[in-house]
């Protein structure tokens, strides 16, 4: 049987959110695990981060470095202010989605208006989606960015109302948020398939979070950079230049940043060969509109028409390139954050009164293809495809491109999803504790990128440095597939590296040295979800009618701004 028959014939178990915070059903607030005053100590400084970092409607992951509102961070923190404030918890989303486009994608940046534009490069004098994104429906009244990050939102919208159902159902918090996280899904799986395998592509090395990984280093390679002269880099102002992404790599962002808002932020560009402008015709849409909003009569529906009555007007262009025209890469990590939000938002519609049957079964689609197109067995993980790299016929469907045979923690991150072969998900701790990442024996936090790799830097940004977010997020695999011991030592780590390095935004990953900002917001916030759990509980169960028991619960987190 080939892997994807071994997919789609397993068992409907369907996990939706990690969360081992108690028995089954919502986790229960309150003081963190069992242990010494010190704990007490640290989760009161967490929270202390978090209130000194918030605007007043959302949460700026530092603010000097990162004085805005970044996408996933939101989501992140969101998961860690619920066991602080849910109502908090539930501003910080809702801040978010109100800068949705109206073709559903998610912003990667919401701009403060108070801050100086010379704060933060790239600007909103740079990405100008007022009126560079207006056919992709971008708000008038607030600037973004007009390139994505990572759908962890349905997961962290689900975990925000769990951590006081009462409050959010009053709120009505899950009935307004669903129609717009549909969208923002099926914005993804519509317009973002640009190789027709069913995956997710970026279009940009920020839109995956880890900005300057050495897999992206062969994609970019075609990318000629914009002058240095053209831009001017704040980031430097805040950080050692040497552990900073180089000149060169920052031109290429700002070109290929520059030609999709100068293309109108128009998806479709690696299709567009064999599919005429705008590549997935039309979208799956009638009139270029969605229908009936993600509801009737009041519940959500579970096909793909859910969309919140967004209009898709992703097609229409500009003078730029189109997104994916030059850079279009399938990423195992940011495929794998869809499906878990994907099993969340099946929940989330289960709580408002649909079956989210087929947002489960869809779960499972992506996992077979997650396997298909980016597993490679006889390395054990996962890697990152270039749809424009090595394919003879751009015009072949699907796209081929070619495997990035660089090891990223990228590779690692599918191992929170439950759905996966068991000799995949076995493959996958082997190679976290074998001699390229060596969890638990030369390294307590899981590295960035291969430490034998020639590209390998402890210090520069996703080139070694271990990340709090990617380590968070092992945790929860490893926790999942059964190996206990291996989670705690890993949760053990988090907490005590958090602690001594003053919540940076990553560290060495043989000294646990701080590098980057401290007093970083997702940092935090996963030290308060960490302090959270109860570990002697075991894997948390949150199953209800319609959703089958046993299901064990995974959550996210994850990576960079750009």
């Known amino acids: 049987m080939d892997r994807t028959a071994q997919l789609i014939a397993r068992p409907a178990e369907y996990a939706v959110a990690y969360d081992p915070a108690g028995p089954p059903g919502p986790p229960q607030l309150g003081a963190p695990a069992p242990g010494t005053p010190h704990l007490a100590a640290l989760r009161r400084r967490a929270a202390s981060v978090l209130a000194g970092n918030w605007t007043g409607t959302s949460t700026v992951p530092s603010p000097g ?47 403060n208006p108070s801050v100086p534009l010379d704060a933060y490069f790239p600007s909103p004098d740079f990405w100008r989606s007022s009126t560079a994104g207006r056919a992709a429906g971008a708000p008038r009244t607030v600037q973004t960015s007009g390139i994505v ?24 918090f899950l009935t307004r948020v669903y129609p717009r996280l549909a969208a ?48 001017r880099r704040a980031d430097l102002d ?37 599919y005429g402008e705008g590549g997935v015709r039309d979208g799956g849409h009638r009139d270029g509109r969605v229908r009936d909003g993600g509801h009737r009569d009041g519940r959500p529906q579970d096909g793909l028409e859910q969309g919140g009555g967004y209009e898709d007007a992703s097609g229409a262009g500009g003078r730029g390139g189109s997104g994916g025209a030059e850079f279009a890469v399938e990423d195992p ?48 993980m996962f890697f990152c495809r270039d749809l424009r790299g090595g394919d003879p016929d751009p015009g072949r469907r699907p796209l081929t491109g070619a495997l990035v045979p660089e090891r990223g923690v990228s590779g690692l991150v599918p191992l929170l999803l439950p759905g996966l072969p068991r000799e995949v998900a076995a493959a996958l701790v082997g190679t976290l504790r074998g001699p390229h990442f060596g969890l638990g024996t030369t390294t307590r936090l899981a590295p960035s990128y291969d430490l034998l790799g020639e590209a390998f830097d402890p210090h520069r940004y996703w080139r070694g440095p271990a990340w709090f977010n990617t380590s968070w997020l092992l945790e929860r695999g490893l926790r999942l597939h059964g190996d206990q011991a291996a989670a705690d030592a890993l949760r053990g780590a988090v907490l005590d590296i958090a602690d001594t390095s003053d919540f940076a935004e990553y560290v060495d990953p043989y000294t646990g040295e701080a590098c980057g900002a401290t007093g970083f917001s997702w940092t935090a916030a996963l030290t308060l979800d960490l302090l959270h759990d109860d570990t002697t509980s075991g894997t948390g169960v949150m199953a209800g009618p319609g959703i089958p028991a046993g299901t064990g619960i995974t959550a996210l987190k994850g990576g960079d701004r750009g």
């Open 333 to 380: 990590a940011f495929n794998a954050l869809l499906i878990a939000s994907e099993h969340a938002l099946a929940r989330i519609a289960h709580e408002l009164g649909a079956t989210g049957t087929a947002r489960h079964a869809r779960a499972e689609r992506l996992t077979a293809a997650l396997v298909e197109r980016l597993w490679d067995p006889a390395e054990g």
């Open 149 to 172: 990050q990572p759908p962890v939102h349905a997961l962290a919208a689900w975990l925000v109302h769990c951590a006081d159902p009462g409050l959010s159902r009053a709120r009505g």
């Open 184 to 231: 923002w899904h099926r914005y993804l799986l519509h317009r973002r398939d640009l190789g027709g395998g069913g995956l997710v592509s970026v279009v940009h090395p920020w839109e995956q979070g880890m900005d300057n990984a050495p897999s992206w280093d062969a994609p970019l390679s075609r990318v000629a950079p914009a002058p240095a002269r053209s831009f």
């Open 238 to 274: 805040h950080g050692a230049p040497e552990d900073r992404p180089t000149d060169l790599d920052y031109g290429r962002y700002v070109r290929l940043a520059t030609e999709y808002r100068d293309g109108g932020y128009r998806d479709g560009g690696v299709r567009d060969s064999a």
């Open 65 to 111: 470095l990162y004085p805005h509102q970044w996408s996933w961070d939101s989501a992140f923190i969101a998961i860690g202010l619920r066991h602080v404030s849910p109502r908090r918890a539930q501003t910080e989303l809702e801040t978010l989605l109100d800068a949705q486009w109206g073709d559903g994608r998610i912003p990667h940046i919401v701009f």
